[in-house]
Protein backbone atom coordinates (compact mmCIF):
# COMPACT_ATOMS: atom_id res chain seq x y z
CA UNK A 1 0.00 0.00 0.00
CA UNK A 2 1.21 3.57 -0.27
CA UNK A 3 2.76 5.11 2.59
CA UNK A 4 2.89 8.85 4.05
CA UNK A 5 2.42 11.69 1.26
CA UNK A 6 3.32 14.83 1.39
CA UNK A 7 2.87 18.26 -0.90
CA UNK A 8 4.46 20.01 -1.89
CA UNK A 9 7.86 18.50 -1.91
CA UNK A 10 9.39 22.21 -2.20
CA UNK A 11 7.65 25.20 -1.93
CA UNK A 12 9.55 28.65 -2.10
CA UNK A 13 7.86 31.83 -0.94
CA UNK A 14 8.48 35.43 0.00
CA UNK A 15 8.58 36.31 3.52
CA UNK A 16 5.05 37.58 4.57
CA UNK A 17 2.89 35.13 1.99
CA UNK A 18 0.88 32.36 3.70
CA UNK A 19 1.90 29.00 3.05
CA UNK A 20 -0.39 25.40 3.03
CA UNK A 21 1.25 22.37 3.71
CA UNK A 22 -0.40 19.03 2.88
CA UNK A 23 -0.06 15.36 4.40
CA UNK A 24 -1.94 12.44 3.06
CA UNK A 25 -1.41 9.44 5.97
CA UNK A 26 -1.73 5.80 5.59
CA UNK A 27 -5.36 4.72 4.78
CA UNK A 28 -6.42 3.56 8.20
CA UNK A 29 -4.26 5.41 10.44
CA UNK A 30 -5.48 7.43 13.35
CA UNK A 31 -2.96 8.96 15.08
CA UNK A 32 -0.98 12.44 12.39
CA UNK A 33 2.07 14.03 13.84
CA UNK A 34 3.56 17.08 12.27
CA UNK A 35 7.43 17.87 12.97
CA UNK A 36 9.71 20.58 11.82
CA UNK A 37 13.40 20.12 11.22
CA UNK A 38 15.52 23.55 10.96
CA UNK A 39 18.90 23.36 9.84
CA UNK A 40 21.14 22.07 12.63
CA UNK A 41 18.28 21.31 14.64
CA UNK A 42 16.54 17.62 15.17
CA UNK A 43 13.11 17.69 14.30
CA UNK A 44 11.14 19.30 16.97
CA UNK A 45 7.37 18.24 17.11
CA UNK A 46 4.58 20.50 16.08
CA UNK A 47 1.28 18.96 16.34
CA UNK A 48 -0.50 15.70 17.25
CA UNK A 49 -3.81 14.52 15.80
CA UNK A 50 -6.49 11.64 17.10
CA UNK A 51 -8.92 11.61 14.21
CA UNK A 52 -9.91 15.09 13.75
CA UNK A 53 -9.08 16.49 17.01
CA UNK A 54 -5.77 17.81 18.07
CA UNK A 55 -5.21 16.76 21.56
CA UNK A 56 -1.41 18.43 21.62
CA UNK A 57 -0.53 21.49 20.28
CA UNK A 58 2.12 22.28 22.12
CA UNK A 59 5.01 22.19 19.41
CA UNK A 60 3.41 25.08 17.24
CA UNK A 61 6.17 27.80 17.86
CA UNK A 62 3.36 30.74 17.28
CA UNK A 63 -0.15 31.84 16.35
CA UNK A 64 0.75 31.97 12.62
CA UNK A 65 1.03 28.36 12.55
CA UNK A 66 -2.36 26.15 12.53
CA UNK A 67 -3.49 23.21 11.37
CA UNK A 68 -6.09 20.73 10.75
CA UNK A 69 -7.43 17.46 10.14
CA UNK A 70 -10.50 16.10 8.47
CA UNK A 71 -12.57 12.91 7.65
CA UNK A 72 -9.92 11.74 9.98
CA UNK A 73 -7.07 11.34 7.34
CA UNK A 74 -5.96 14.19 5.24
CA UNK A 75 -3.85 17.12 6.92
CA UNK A 76 -3.12 20.96 5.96
CA UNK A 77 -0.32 22.57 7.89
CA UNK A 78 -1.34 26.23 7.35
CA UNK A 79 1.45 29.01 8.38
CA UNK A 80 0.41 32.74 7.69
CA UNK A 81 2.82 35.71 7.02
CA UNK A 82 5.63 33.58 6.77
CA UNK A 83 9.12 34.62 8.18
CA UNK A 84 12.79 33.49 7.68
CA UNK A 85 13.16 31.30 10.66
CA UNK A 86 9.80 29.25 9.03
CA UNK A 87 12.52 27.82 6.54
CA UNK A 88 12.74 24.24 7.30
CA UNK A 89 11.62 20.55 6.48
CA UNK A 90 8.31 19.94 7.73
CA UNK A 91 7.74 16.19 8.46
CA UNK A 92 4.59 14.48 8.88
CA UNK A 93 3.86 10.84 10.66
CA UNK A 94 1.47 8.64 10.71
CA UNK A 95 0.33 5.42 12.69
CA UNK A 96 -2.14 3.26 13.97
CA UNK A 97 -2.31 4.36 17.52
CA UNK A 98 -0.29 0.61 18.47
CA UNK A 99 2.79 2.29 20.17
CA UNK A 100 5.72 5.15 19.11
CA UNK A 101 7.77 2.92 17.14
CA UNK A 102 4.90 2.39 14.64
CA UNK A 103 5.13 6.27 13.30
CA UNK A 104 5.82 6.09 8.93
CA UNK A 105 6.80 9.14 7.99
CA UNK A 106 6.55 11.14 4.84
CA UNK A 107 8.81 12.89 2.47
CA UNK A 108 8.55 16.18 3.69
CA UNK A 109 8.20 19.39 2.46
CA UNK A 110 11.55 21.60 2.42
CA UNK A 111 9.75 24.98 3.02
CA UNK A 112 12.19 28.59 1.82
CA UNK A 113 11.18 31.68 2.83
CA UNK A 114 13.06 34.24 0.95
CA UNK B 1 12.16 18.32 30.18
CA UNK B 2 12.89 14.92 27.25
CA UNK B 3 16.22 15.84 25.57
CA UNK B 4 18.38 13.74 23.41
CA UNK B 5 22.03 14.71 22.56
CA UNK B 6 23.93 12.78 19.58
CA UNK B 7 27.77 12.96 18.47
CA UNK B 8 27.71 15.82 15.90
CA UNK B 9 28.74 14.93 12.61
CA UNK B 10 29.03 14.83 9.68
CA UNK B 11 31.38 11.28 10.34
CA UNK B 12 32.93 10.02 7.07
CA UNK B 13 34.41 6.03 6.94
CA UNK B 14 35.66 3.95 4.27
CA UNK B 15 33.65 0.67 3.41
CA UNK B 16 33.99 -2.09 6.37
CA UNK B 17 35.17 0.51 8.90
CA UNK B 18 33.47 0.31 12.33
CA UNK B 19 31.10 2.85 13.54
CA UNK B 20 29.67 4.24 16.98
CA UNK B 21 27.45 7.18 17.08
CA UNK B 22 27.01 8.17 20.78
CA UNK B 23 23.84 9.57 21.73
CA UNK B 24 22.58 9.92 25.12
CA UNK B 25 19.12 11.17 26.73
CA UNK B 26 17.66 12.62 29.68
CA UNK B 27 14.23 12.04 30.46
CA UNK B 28 11.44 11.10 33.11
CA UNK B 29 10.94 7.94 34.02
CA UNK B 30 11.78 4.79 32.02
CA UNK B 31 11.69 5.89 28.45
CA UNK B 32 11.68 3.73 24.82
CA UNK B 33 15.03 4.21 23.08
CA UNK B 34 15.23 4.36 18.94
CA UNK B 35 17.22 5.09 16.18
CA UNK B 36 15.51 6.44 12.62
CA UNK B 37 17.57 6.11 9.80
CA UNK B 38 17.07 8.66 6.61
CA UNK B 39 18.39 8.06 3.49
CA UNK B 40 18.97 10.17 0.35
CA UNK B 41 15.72 11.27 -0.59
CA UNK B 42 13.49 9.60 1.70
CA UNK B 43 11.57 9.87 4.86
CA UNK B 44 12.76 8.41 7.95
CA UNK B 45 12.78 4.73 8.72
CA UNK B 46 13.00 2.67 11.87
CA UNK B 47 16.28 1.48 12.17
CA UNK B 48 15.88 -0.10 15.49
CA UNK B 49 14.89 0.24 18.94
CA UNK B 50 14.53 -1.06 22.43
CA UNK B 51 12.23 -0.59 25.65
CA UNK B 52 13.94 -1.32 28.42
CA UNK B 53 17.37 -1.51 30.46
CA UNK B 54 19.63 -3.52 29.00
CA UNK B 55 17.54 -4.38 25.98
CA UNK B 56 19.62 -5.12 22.47
CA UNK B 57 17.80 -3.51 19.56
CA UNK B 58 19.52 -4.57 16.32
CA UNK B 59 18.62 -4.54 12.56
CA UNK B 60 20.29 -4.73 8.76
CA UNK B 61 23.78 -5.37 11.20
CA UNK B 62 23.57 -2.09 13.56
CA UNK B 63 22.95 -2.78 17.08
CA UNK B 64 22.25 -0.63 20.35
CA UNK B 65 22.19 -1.15 23.67
CA UNK B 66 19.97 0.54 26.04
CA UNK B 67 22.28 1.87 29.14
CA UNK B 68 20.20 3.16 31.99
CA UNK B 69 23.05 3.78 34.46
CA UNK B 70 25.29 5.99 31.11
CA UNK B 71 21.72 6.88 30.23
CA UNK B 72 23.02 5.99 26.43
CA UNK B 73 21.55 4.54 23.28
CA UNK B 74 24.72 4.22 21.08
CA UNK B 75 24.44 2.97 17.83
CA UNK B 76 26.95 0.64 16.47
CA UNK B 77 27.65 -1.34 13.01
CA UNK B 78 31.19 -3.60 12.84
CA UNK B 79 31.21 -3.21 9.06
CA UNK B 80 29.73 -0.21 6.97
CA UNK B 81 28.58 -0.35 3.28
CA UNK B 82 28.53 2.50 1.19
CA UNK B 83 24.55 2.25 1.13
CA UNK B 84 24.26 2.66 4.91
CA UNK B 85 25.49 6.84 4.10
CA UNK B 86 22.32 8.59 5.87
CA UNK B 87 21.56 10.72 8.58
CA UNK B 88 20.88 9.04 11.65
CA UNK B 89 18.62 10.12 14.44
CA UNK B 90 18.68 8.94 17.71
CA UNK B 91 14.90 9.44 19.54
CA UNK B 92 13.10 8.72 22.88
CA UNK B 93 9.74 8.50 23.64
CA UNK B 94 8.99 8.90 27.57
CA UNK B 95 5.71 8.29 28.18
CA UNK B 96 1.65 9.47 27.26
CA UNK B 97 -1.09 8.36 25.22
CA UNK B 98 0.24 10.78 22.56
CA UNK B 99 3.32 8.91 21.69
CA UNK B 100 5.47 12.34 20.63
CA UNK B 101 9.02 11.14 19.85
CA UNK B 102 12.08 13.81 21.12
CA UNK B 103 14.68 13.61 18.60
CA UNK B 104 18.36 14.34 18.35
CA UNK B 105 19.77 16.52 15.56
CA UNK B 106 20.88 13.62 13.85
CA UNK B 107 23.99 12.49 12.27
CA UNK B 108 25.38 12.35 8.85
CA UNK B 109 26.98 9.44 7.61
CA UNK B 110 28.97 9.43 4.39
CA UNK B 111 31.00 5.71 3.75
CA UNK B 112 32.97 5.94 1.12
CA UNK B 113 34.01 2.69 -1.01
Known amino acids: GAGVSQSPSNKVTEKGKDVELRCDPI?????LYWYRQSLGQGLEFLIY????????KSGLPSDRFSAERTGGSVSTLTIQRTQQEDSAVYLC????????????FGPGTRLTVT | GDSVTQMEGPVTLSEEAFLTINCTYT??????LFWYVQYPGEGLQLLLK?????DKGSNKGFEATYRKETTSFHLEKGSVQVSDSAVYFC????????????FGKGTLLTVNP
Open chain 1, 93 to 104: ASSSNSGPSEQY
Open chain 1, 27 to 31: SGHTA
Open chain 1, 49 to 56: FQGNSAPD
Open chain 2, 27 to 32: ATGYPS
Open chain 2, 50 to 54: ATKAD
Open chain 2, 91 to 102: ALYSGGSNYKLT
